[in-house]
């Protein structure tokens, strides 16, 4: 893959603009994994003041602060720390307020649709419209053309995914996790929902989150953070029992891939690939017999 200069610059690495970031993303945690919303209520609003207590150091010039725009050139304003987390901070809350377990009934699939969708442009609205700062861009083709490294990564990940996936989704029981699909129905309706939270994921927790966070932070501190975010919610959809194991590499390569590419469109390919072997790992699972032969277990 060659090595594209990250779309998103750094402007802060500073040490105390982590914590209150940290806060923030912890609040994914609590939200979805321990399933304490008041705990992620209060994550929020600790990351939040705590943004804003440096802004308001940075304001009064003391030692150690960035200083305006003249750290990113003459006429260009810094981006705001408390104003990224508070676009973090409403995806959070808008995804908090619905229940992510899996279910395929037109209700349940408009209430994802309504959530997920809002995390997504909500946040991008405000950016755009009130904080006037586009620090949310969905760069569809990023830096060109494929090269012959990220087509056999493509092969890889379908390759890795028919390895991996039936081994951990059948013998934890995971697949469980999601409804029994037994007609042509359901499972049309399941390859849809995996297929869209998907899309979903490389649009927020990527181009969201990890690009806000990406503004201030060094690569490896803000993937990190992105991290929780991305496998917390991967938590409560579904992936337990040993599933980080799997989920934080992913996290984790995604983001990796996403700078390095400066392409949604590549690494939404790679999820989609992904998740196509998801399906059909959960029609196998749900229905013995139907796709015999084509996984090992």
Not at 272 to 288: G, I, K, M, R, Y
Request: glycine residues 8%; contains cysteine; aromatic residues 14%.
């Amino acid at each position: 893959m060659p090595a594209h200069p990250t779309a998103y610059t750094s402007t802060s690495s500073r040490s105390w603009g982590l914590l209150p970031a940290l806060a923030v993303c912890l609040a994914a945690p609590a939200f979805f994994v321990s399933r304490v919303p008041w705990a992620g209520w209060a994550l929020l609003a600790i990351g939040l003041i705590g943004a804003w207590l440096l802004s308001r150091r940075d304001a009064a010039g003391e030692p150690g602060a960035a200083r305006g725009a003249g750290a990113a050139g003459a006429g260009v304003r810094s981006p705001s720390l408390l104003r990224d987390l508070s676009l973090i901070a409403v995806g959070l809350l808008i995804v908090s307020v619905i229940d992510l377990k899996a279910e395929l009934d037109n209700l349940a699939m408009l209430r994802f649709t309504v959530a997920l969708g809002g995390a997504v442009l909500v946040p991008y609205a405000i950016s755009r419209w009130v904080y006037r700062d586009r620090a949310t861009r969905f760069p569809w083709r990023g830096g060109g053309r494929w090269t012959a490294f990220q087509w056999t990564w493509l092969a890889a990940v379908l390759v890795l995914g028919w390895l991996i996936l039936p081994f951990y989704f059948i013998t934890s029981g995971v697949y469980l996790n999601w409804p029994v699909v037994d007609t042509p129905d359901l499972i049309a309706r399941l390859f849809v929902g995996v297929g869209a939270v998907g899309i979903w994921d490389e649009l927020f927790f990527i181009c969201t989150v990890f690009a806000l966070l990406r503004r201030h932070f060094v690569f490896w501190q803000a993937n990190v953070l992105q991290a929780i975010v991305f496998v917390s919610f991967l938590w409560e959809l579904g992936y337990q029992a040993w599933g980080p194991l799997l989920t934080i590499p992913f996290a984790l390569l995604q983001a990796f891939i996403f700078a390095k590419t400066r392409s949604l469109a590549y690494v939404v390919t790679v999820h989609l690939l992904f998740d196509a072997v998801v399906f059909l790992v959960l029609v196998h699972a749900h229905n013995p017999g139907v796709l015999d032969g084509l996984f090992l277990v």
